[in-house]
Each structure stands twice: as structure tokens, then as C-alpha cells.
């Protein structure tokens, strides 16, 4: 079982309107980290979250994004302002085990229309 | 650049085995991972190698060489349920993940 969720586990919205995708880590973890993976392409690197500090982003990751963990617990990814190609799935992944391994939650799903 | 190759697509029998081929080019090397992705589900974790040689876990095995910037993953007595995509992924001198687009597994009976 993996060791975070993710809410909502779809999501349909306009372009041009505000998303916020909530990830909640059920065991204290370090680092997490944002991947989107468009439908039918690799996973691609957004963000990574260490200590409550943003410590590395992507190039996808522009002003139209940011991340937040509001109470200590969950952590938030919003886009301001969607984007037809920011359709997507978006994982949310913690970083644990001996190997440093990275795990997966399940998934947002986002459809932009 | 960085660069993952995986083949984009196989076909391979139940009970039968199958290898999957990964070669990378990546800024600094701190292990190659595996992962299986159903479809529309999340990646999970397979194996991870770090040293030459190979790592067996059960049906599931894989072979890594630094030199050669190879690896692969072998699968063993073939069942329906691994119809899945494969990635392998790198982890660069950032300590970032680099992804290949994956290898999409079919499994005939």
C-alpha cells in the first residue's frame, strides 16, 4: 500500500481556472516530490519538496505552479491558471527505503477543457 | 543531454521470459531503478541497482553495467498480469530521477 494519497482522483476544469491537487503522506517522510505524466509519454520531474523547502524544480515547473504544504501535513501543488496541455496525470512520490527509493501515490487525474 | 532508450514495445508468451534493454546517458550515475506501470496507474517499484551484476528478486531480475551505461530487466515465467509498461529510470549527480518513455509489455497466452 502506498504510503501517500491523493485527492482529488479526478479532476475536470475549464482553461484558465485554478486547480489545487493535495497529496497526503500518511508516515513522516523527508522529501516528496510533483511528476506529471501526459497520456502515452514518460513521467516528467516537477518539483521536489525537502524539510518544507522547495529544493529542486524543472523547467515545467514556471509560475504557474507552486507548491505548498499549508498545515505540516499535506502538501498542495496548484496551477493558477490551466492550460489545455497541462492535461495530464500527476503523481505525487516520497522518498524512503534503503535505496532512497522513490514511491508513488495514486494519481491525480486531470482533464483541462 | 540525457538520454534513456528502451524499446517502446514488446510481445512475449505467458510462461516464457523476457528481457528488457535500458542504455543511458546521463550527467553522473546513482543507480538505475525499475518500475511497473499499469495502465492509468502509478508507477510501482520493482529493482534497483547500483553496482555491477545482477539482482534477482523472485520472477523479476536485473543486470546492470556502469561501463556499458546498460542495463536490464528479465522476467521469468511470464503471467497475464505483467501486460504492463516498463521504466527504467536513472538517478543523475542532482540525485534527480531521469525517466525512459517506457517499455509497453504485451502478454499473449
Known amino acids: 500500500e502506498p504510503e501517500v494519497t491523493q485527492t482529488p482522483s479526478h479532476q475536470v476544469t475549464q482553461m484558465g481556472q485554478e486547480v489545487i491537487l493535495r497529496c497526503v503522506p500518511i508516515s513522516n517522510h523527508l522529501y516528496f516530490y510533483w511528476y506529471r505524466q501526459i497520456l502515452g509519454q514518460k513521467v516528467e520531474f516537477l518539483v521536489s519538496f525537502y524539510n518544507n523547502e522547495i529544493s529542486e524544480k524543472s523547467e515545467i515547473f514556471d509560475d504557474q505552479f507552486s507548491v505548498e504544504r499549508p498545515d505540516g501535513s499535506n502538501f498542495t501543488l496548484k496551477i493558477r491558471s490551466t492550460k489545455l496541455e497541462d492535461s495530464a496525470m500527476y503523481f505525487c512520490?516520497?522518498?524512503?527505503?534503503?535505496?532512497?527509493?522513490?514511491?508513488f501515490g495514486p494519481g491525480t487525474r486531470l482533464l483541462v477543457l | 543531454g540525457q538520454n534513456i532508450d528502451q524499446p517502446t514495445e514488446m510481445t512475449a508468451t505467458e510462461g516464457a521470459i523476457v528481457q528488457i534493454n535500458c542504455t543511458y546517458q546521463t550527467s553522473g550515475f546513482n543507480g538505475l531503478f525499475w518500475y511497473q506501470q499499469h495502465a492509468g496507474e502509478a508507477p510501482t517499484f520493482l529493482s534497483y541497482n547500483v553496482l555491477d551484476g545482477l539482482e534477482e528478486k523472485g520472477r523479476f531480475s536485473s543486470f546492470l553495467s556502469r561501463s556499458k551505461g546498460y542495463s536490464y530487466l528479465l522476467l521469468k515465467e511470464l503471467q497475464m498480469k505483467d501486460s504492463a509498461s516498463y521504466l527504467c529510470?536513472?538517478?543523475?549527480?542532482?540525485?534527480?530521477?531521469?525517466w525512459g518513455a517506457g517499455t509497453k509489455l504485451i502478454i499473449k497466452p
Open positions: 529510470a536513472v538517478r543523475d549527480s542532482n540525485y534527480q530521477l531521469i
Open positions: 512520490a516520497y522518498q524512503g527505503g534503503q535505496a532512497t527509493t522513490q514511491y
